[in-house]
């Protein structure tokens, strides 16, 4: 069943203005889909990604909208059951690993941490599939790195523990906020492979969001331009990058 998003509206409430940041969104994420939502910086696609699982702070509010899986409506369910459902049917990586990651804590903890918290297995089940999780996204020495604390490693082998985690349970959609954005070119094209193999094997569908339109066409089955809070072009990536219909899009090509 696809992930589905129907007039998401989501507002920043300030003292003297309201910002609609997200302002009558809809579109939908098929099984072993990649949608891509694309947009310059400030035009919600963030909030877009913190909506869909409950993630948005005050003063912001989700004011309308339903993003629906298996016929419930995520932006309704109670936070327990949501808690559940993050991380285990919908999963998000950030694009910076340092405000996920929490430094204190080795990241086999927090890898086992979330096992336990989503199902009933032993702490020893819990360290296997933390271990195995980090043997798949490539790191080195996956056992010993169970031991580490996230400021022992690098950017790029924090952001390959951050793909671990989403992936730890096996998610059937994963929503991915510039994954890669914050390192250094070859780092971002090598975790971008593997995370499009990882997807494929798992049959994850996935929402990623960029700005980068030459990732857009190396991945996006679909791709839904963004601008002030609305998408103003939606459709196959092929369509979209043959004949763009908007003027915003046409701009954002010609920017390339
Ligand atoms: N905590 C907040 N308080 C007030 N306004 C906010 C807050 N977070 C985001 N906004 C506003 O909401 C709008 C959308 O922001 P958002 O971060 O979703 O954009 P974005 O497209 O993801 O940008 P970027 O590509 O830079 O991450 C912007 O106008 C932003 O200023």
Redesign the pocket.
């Known amino acids: 069943m696809a992930l589905i998003v129907e007039d998401l509206r989501t507002y ?1 409430f ?1 003292t003297d203005k309201v ?1 609609p ?2 302002d009558g969104v809809s579109f939908a994420v098929s099984p072993e889909k990649t949608v891509c939502l694309v ?12 909506s869909l699982l409950g993630l948005i ?1 005050p ?2 509010k989700i004011v309308a909208g339903r993003v629906s899986l298996d016929g419930r409506n995520l932006l309704t369910l109670p936070p327990e059951e949501l808690r559940l459902l993050r991380g285990q049917d919908v999963a998000i990586i950030f ?1 910076n690993s340092c405000y996920s990651l929490n430094p204190s804590l080795t990241i086999g903890i927090q890898l086992a941490e979330t096992v336990l918290s989503h199902r009933e297995v032993s702490q020893s089940a819990a360290k296997e599939m933390a271990v195995d999780v980090l043997r798949r996204v490539r790191l080195p020495e996956p056992a010993k790195l169970y031991d580490r604390y996230p400021f022992e490693l690098s950017g790029g082998m924090q952001q390959r523990v951050m793909i671990a985690m989403a992936l730890l349970l096996k998610p059937r959609y994963l929503i991915a ?2 994954p890669t954005s914050a390192l250094d070119i070859t780092t971002q094209t090598h975790i971008l492979d593997e995370l499009m193999e990882l997807k494929e094997q798992y049959g994850a569908g996935m929402l990623f ?1 960029t ?1 980068d339109l030459a990732v857009v066409a190396e991945i996006a089955d679909e791709v839904a331009v ?1 601008n002030q ?1 609305k998408i103003v072009e939606y459709g196959s990536v092929f369509e979209v990058f043959q004949n763009p219909a908007h003027p915003y899009t046409r701009q954002l090509l010609q920017a390339v």
């Open positions: 920043y300030q910002i940041a997200v947009g310059e910086s400030g035009c919600g696609k963030s909030a877009v990604a913190l702070e003063p912001g694009q906020d510039e969001i700005h963004m809070g």
